[in-house]
């Protein structure tokens, strides 16, 4: 059974077991001692050396388990329930695995974007070696594509269920239980055709959390404004306001580090949170008025 971390991985362990990843251990990745880039450097020179020390192999595997977890969390699947995530994260450590044994200096590229092929590939190969429907449905399956393909050439467009159950010869909710009986596996890296030239699917995915142009431009203007109103308030109050939303303390926290009160500190606060409203203010207004003129 392929080696993977235990679910009692500490801070910089070396060990692996034999046990299933689960989503506990993919949890636990931040608990990692990462290795400098010296480091990690000299552990590879040293794996090089001696391709045959597994506990250097397991050192490289737990340096980068993290590709796994970013692999799997982009790797779009349609599974039944007996599919588990544990499997999933399985197979993308098989294919680290298999990615740092057979990295070589001479393959031009980092590791990183070699064990990213690697890993995607093993997971989405061993999904699609596993067939969990009987032949019966999956000879419907390609009865009804095989409709869809030669409707769509005849037609010049995409044919509807009711078309595709006339041209069957059964009835339009047959049709629709086929379809959805199609368990189908899919990446998001995968290509939309066949050709080099062709691009991922996930470059056709709309980002729903990009901001459009103009609003990328006004976020700029708004930070700007508010970094230049932040350096118009007293030392003291600029402080505090770095110190609670940017290095996040508690006004607690913020008032042992200069000696004040947290009572002081709450008013400083306030105070500075009105100055900021009223350069704000101060500011849109002589843009408005620049803009009129």
């Known amino acids: 059974m392929i080696e993977i971390f235990q679910k009692n991985v500490k801070m910089g362990c070396t060990c692996f ?42 050192q490289l595997i737990i340096q980068y388990i993290y590709l796994t977890k970013y692999v799997v969390g982009r790797v779009k699947v349609a599974l039944p329930p007996t599919f588990s995530y544990e499997d999933i994260s399985s197979y993308g450590v098989e294919g680290l695995i298999d990615a740092v044994e057979k990295f070589s200096q001479k393959m031009g590229a980092r590791f990183e974007t070699y064990a990213l092929v690697r890993i995607r590939g093993n997971i989405i190969d061993k999904i699609r070696s596993q067939d969990f429907l009987p032949r019966s449905v999956r000879r419907k399956i390609k009865d009804v594509k095989e409709a ?4 769509k050439l005849k037609f010049g467009r995409t044919a509807t269920n009711t078309e595709i159950a006339d041209y069957l010869g059964i009835e339009r909710e047959k049709v629709e239980q086929i379809l959805s009986d199609d368990t189908t596996v899919t990446s998001i890296y995968d290509k939309k055709g066949s050709s080099d030239g062709d691009i991922e699917i996930i470059d056709t995915i709309q980002d729903t959390h990009a901001l459009a142009p103009h609003e990328e431009m006004e976020e700029k203007d708004v930070k700007k404004e508010l970094e230049d109103a932040l350096k118009r308030l007293p030392e003291r109050e600029r402080t505090i306001m770095v110190l609670y939303y940017h290095e996040n303390m508690t006004l607690k926290e913020i008032g042992e580090a200069i000696n004040v009160s947290e009572s002081r500190i709450s008013q400083l606060h306030a105070q500075a949170i009105m100055k900021l409203k009223n350069l704000l203010s101060e500011n849109r207004s002589e843009r408005l008025k620049r803009s009129i003129i």
């Open 17 to 58: 077991g034999t046990e299933e990843m689960g989503q506990e251990d993919i949890s636990s990745y931040s608990k990692i001692k990462r290795l400098s880039n010296e480091e990690l450097a000299e552990l590879w020179a040293r794996y090089f050396d001696d391709h045959e020390n597994k506990e250097l192999r397991d």
């Open 148 to 151: 869809q393909e030669e409707l």
